[in-house]
């Protein structure tokens, strides 16, 4: 039967019963078979204490110091391609591309030659370099990378005001003045066409017959390359390079061959290996550039041979001498002497021979030309040499002594600049005419690489935007430039 009272009121307190919940609690009896123990504290004391959270995240990188426990084994690399061999990648550095079949074929092109060097009729024209020259400048190393040879194709010069004058210097100094030596220094703003103008030099003295021997870059006989050792017997001691050396006589060998193969010992020297009496010149070099050990001696000898004096028996022909980078040959050099202390480029052999000639300390018997391009394009801060050059050109273009530049009092200048740069020729190239510029690109648009008509308007365009005839812009503002 139910309860007539509800729970509700059983819950109330009532002034007859002490407490209403006491009816409702479950005798202990009841529980004492589920084996719960009484409220207690002791647990909670004895309790463990709780496991720190890892806040560490799995995604960012481990703190520092922090060990991760995570061990990557990394795989070993394994070169699948050869190693590229020694001087692999210097000689794909300079590798020179003479000729583009991609090219149009420039019909009626004149070729460079001892009568057309003198033409004043082909100011402003290309003329083709024959190829028995092109191999003759390409042994002596000089075309450069930065000339634009491969969009053409062949080879081919710009007949310049310069380059003309140049051509009747070598004819005089061929004919009318044999025996004589001119003695210049290319200068100029960057890209006017100064290693041009040495290249067209070279090829004229090839074409007149003469001997010629150029240092292609004077920078890679400063910065530290070559093998280098102090010569002995010599005061202030000097230093030669004989691997170099070796190679200078290869390509002296090679580009001069047709002459030198003509040419026999007229005296005799003291060689470190036995020669022949009568060989000739292209072997002797040959002996030079086999062996780097004996290249010094072989040389000696040989430019010997080239500086007597011509005789009915023995014909020496006029001596070219070239160098490109001359601010690299009027400093100190990376090389080192037993004290540690920078070696001159004066005191290095091969530029020591040059400077002898180009300051006319020595003498070319049979004539000559000595001749050095200071580039622009590469070039150390040599404040002797801008000093020198400035004053050269003064006096070159008969200014009057108060217009020679005169030496700061606070900077402080190397006289040996002043005594190599003395008495020489300085020649400053300017830009291109607008007749010679208009004629450099009708031969562009004639090998196809310059797709616009070329008119007065065109021609002026471009003439100004390359700084007045800078022959570098003017290539750069139109066979180059792609918008």
Not at 113 to 139: K, Y
Request: hydrophobic share 40%.
């Amino acid at each position: 039967m139910a309860s007539t009272e509800c729970w509700r009121c059983l819950s109330r307190t009532s002034p007859l019963a002490p407490t209403s919940l006491s009816l409702l609690r479950a005798p202990s009896s009841i529980y004492s078979g589920l084996g719960t123990a009484s409220f207690s504290t002791t647990a909670g004391l004895f309790a463990q204490p709780a496991v720190k959270k890892n806040t560490t995240s799995k995604t960012g990188p481990p703190k520092r110091g922090e060990k991760t426990g995570v061990k990557i084994k990394k795989k070993p690399i394994v070169s699948k391609g050869r190693p590229p061999a020694i001087g692999e990648r210097k000689a794909i550095r300079k590798r020179v591309v003479l000729s583009n079949t991609n090219a149009l074929e420039v019909q009626g092109m004149q070729e460079l030659s001892a009568e057309t060097m003198l033409d004043m009729r082909l100011r402003g024209q290309v003329l083709g370099i024959p190829g028995s020259v092109v191999d003759q400048l390409r042994a002596i190393e000089a075309f450069k990378v930065t000339q634009g040879w491969g969009m053409f194709r062949r080879p081919g010069v710009l007949m310049r005001r310069e380059s003309l004058a140049m051509g009747k210097t070598i004819e005089n100094l061929s004919t009318e003045n044999l025996g004589s030596v001119s003695r210049r220094v290319l200068t100029g703003e960057r890209g006017n066409g100064k290693s041009m103008l040495l290249l067209q030099a070279m090829a004229m003295a090839f074409l007149k017959g003469w001997v010629v021997i150029s240092i292609p870059e004077a920078q890679e006989l400063v910065i530290g390359h070559t093998e280098y050792a102090p010569l002995p017997n010599t005061s202030p001691t000097q230093y030669v390079q004989k691997t170099y050396l070796a190679n200078l006589l290869s390509q002296i060998a090679r580009a001069n061959a047709s002459i030198l193969s003509n040419l026999q010992l007229s005296q005799k020297h003291s060689l470190p290996i036995p020669v022949q009496s009568n060989i000739s010149l292209d072997r002797l070099a040959d002996l030079g550039a086999r062996d780097p050990d004996i290249a010094w001696p072989i040389f000696q000898a040989l430019w010997t041979e080239l500086t007597t004096s011509s005789t009915e028996t023995a014909n020496r022909p006029p001596i070219l001498l070239a160098l490109d980078g001359l601010a690299h040959a009027m400093t100190t050099t990376k090389y080192r002497d037993v004290d540690f202390n920078p070696i001159h480029a004066h005191d290095l052999v091969i530029i020591k021979h040059f400077t002898d000639y180009l300051s006319g300390t020595r003498n070319l018997p049979n004539g000559g030309m000595v001749i050095a391009a200071a580039s622009q394009s590469n070039t150390p801060k040599v404040p002797s040499l801008k000093l020198a050059l400035s004053q050269l050109e003064a006096r070159t273009s008969g200014g009057s002594s108060s217009e020679v530049p005169e030496r700061d009092p606070f900077q402080s200048y190397d006289d040996r600049v002043f005594q190599s740069l003395e008495g020489v020729t300085a020649q400053r190239l300017q830009g291109l005419t607008k007749d010679e510029a208009q004629g450099l690109l009708e031969y562009y648009a004639m090998s196809g690489i310059l797709r616009q008509t070329v008119s007065e308007a065109l021609v002026t365009e471009k003439w100004m935007l390359s700084g007045g005839g800078v022959v570098g812009e003017l290539e750069r503002a139109t066979v180059k430039m792609r918008i």
